[in-house]
């Protein structure tokens, strides 16, 4: 009897089959016209078949390894919710770093699928089409698991529920919006350096990875699957941005100049978003893992630096802001923090003094700067409440004009003086939080004349209710803030107090007698 038997394919053999062998060049129109964008940017690519995955993961070996994921983090899901995990967690404090994280991520991960969607569309080789491709399924895939981890919490406290509506108006939501609205509007070339080098190994890395870590120090193995579940595509997300760079470099010497500008720009703008994440690290989570400074110290200027090493043989240098960001590593959590406790009613989520235990801890690892600069803050701040007089800022912030944060950093060399940087562009004057992002906007002005600002939107009278005359004589233009952002007010204030604070102690007494 004669049976045939057919061979299976190696892993090479597949991933050509599954990527090159299903492309084909156009006939009825030419191939730069179906690909508009390719060359717009200045980048020339002479050879696109040179680009190859080193997974070589394909679209049917993705769907087998996802599905096995999926049902493993859904039963940790699962379980999570029907046993109260949400009474788990150290203490009612560290709620608060879920609305902050899973109000700020979802929205993101959802611009990412989109953003990788379009360059799919817009990549003319078929390896970097079938990755894309992957990729923006991956980041659905976290905005929807993000989603589930946010649902239980959301049955329970309050502050949660209007993230999609906050994301685009929120003043300290804007920074990522604006990040992620950046990188989708520029080319399919800026947009991998942005996303897929300086997002992904600036700063997922250090959110998905001691951040994480923390969330389960602290009982909240919910958060801790998802984010470790996700870190798992985000080590196949990095090698793509990193092969897309080398992809560039090697294929003509004009890339060089266009991707080290790119470089420059985006790890600055990563590092600026990274400031909240810090925050988080440093002064949120009840039980600390790591500070923000060794975070950064791991996974910034070794891992990062060790990187650019490897990249210098093609002519990259160290982003111009990695200096910066040295000096910066001392400062950015402790000013966010207070940046975010000036302002009690502008957040859906509480804040606080730290502890006594909690200062001793940010003075050791901060030995250089917090007792200096930062300490005498809090001790003023915490004899305040205790007479009644809890800070309150009830002003607009002001935002940088690039990366839209709050202008609250120090001057390069001296803690104690406000960086503070302006330009007139066509009559106009523009502020910035940074040298760095001037020079980013004096490159691309008109781009950035066009960055949306919620406070100034509020100032201009774009943020009152419909019906409410915003040229009476008496028109308030923050008044009505709030109630733009569909602000929650039981999540608003101190933490101390709360309606939060006092139903999870309620809660948890309970469920402990029982």
């Known amino acids: 009897m004669d049976m045939k038997v ?66 493993k983090l859904y039963a940790i899901l699962d379980a ?70 946010i649902s239980n919490y959301n049955k329970y406290y309050h502050g949660m529920d209007e993230f999609a509506h906050q994301q685009s108006r929120m003043w300290y939501l804007s920074d990522g919006k604006s990040f992620f609205d950046d990188a989708i509007t520029a080319g399919p070339f800026e947009f991998m350096v942005a996303i897929g080098f300086a997002f992904e190994y600036v700063l997922t890395n250090i959110l998905f990875v001691p951040f994480i870590s923390g969330a389960a120090y602290n009982g909240d193995m919910a958060a801790m699957t998802v984010g470790f579940s996700a870190q798992s595509d985000e080590a196949r997300h990095m090698t793509l941005g990193l ?39 440093d002064y949120m989570l009840p039980k600390r893992i790591m500070s923000f400074k060794e975070a950064w110290e791991i996974y910034f200027e070794q891992n990062g630096g060790a990187l650019f090493n490897d990249l210098a043989r093609y002519g990259v240098t160290v982003p111009k802001c990695f200096a910066q960001t040295i000096e910066e590593k001392e400062h950015v959590t402790h000013q966010s923090w207070i940046g975010f406790y000036m302002k009690p009613d502008a957040t859906p989520f509480h804040t606080w003094v730290p502890s006594a235990e909690e200062l001793d801890w940010l003075s050791e690892k901060y030995p250089n700067t917090f007792d200096k600069y930062y300490r005498p803050v809090y001790e003023y701040w915490a004899e ?79 943020c009152a209710p419909e019906g409410v005359d915003v040229n009476a004589p008496d028109f308030n233009p923050g008044a009505h803030i709030a109630e733009y952002w569909k602000l929650d007010k039981r999540a608003t204030g101190d933490f101390n107090g709360s309606e939060d604070q006092k139903n999870f102690a309620a809660w948890r007494d309970q469920a402990t007698k029982n």
């Open 6 to 71: 057919a061979k299976k394919l190696g892993l090479k053999e597949r991933y050509t089959l599954m990527t090159r062998d299903l492309a084909w060049d156009t006939t009825y129109q030419p191939m730069d016209k179906v690909f508009p964008q390719v060359a717009y940017e200045g980048i020339k690519i002479h050879d696109w078949d040179k680009w190859e995955d080193p997974f070589r993961l394909t679209m049917d070996a993705y769907w087998k390894y996802q599905a096995e994921k999926e049902r």
């Open 80 to 149: 999570f919710n029907q046993n109260n995990g949400h009474l788990s967690v150290t203490d009612a404090r560290y709620i608060n770093v879920l609305k902050l994280f899973l109000g700020s991520t979802p929205p993101l991960e959802l611009m990412a699928a989109r953003g990788f969607s379009m360059m799919g569309r817009h990549m003319q080789g078929a390896g970097p089409r079938v990755a894309c491709q992957m990729q923006a399924v991956d980041e659905y895939r976290h905005f929807q698991t993000q989603i589930h981890s």
């Open 243 to 281: 092969e897309c760079i080398k992809f560039m470099l090697e294929q003509d010497p004009d890339n060089l100049p266009i991707v080290q500008r790119w470089i420059d720009k985006w790890t600055w703008r990563g590092t600026r978003k990274l400031a909240s994440v810090g925050m988080m690290m």
């Open 384 to 462: 305040q409440e205790k007479a009644g007089n809890r800070f309150n800022n009830k002003t607009q912030p002001m935002n940088c004009q690039v990366c839209v944060s709050t202008i609250k950093f120090n001057e390069p060399g001296d803690p104690m003086a406000q960086c503070f940087r302006e330009t007139v562009y066509q009559g106009e004057k523009y502020h910035f939080c940074s040298d760095h992002c001037q020079d980013i906007f004096a490159h691309e002005p008109e781009k950035y004349v066009q960055t949306y600002i919620s406070s100034h939107q509020a100032l201009q009278g774009n």
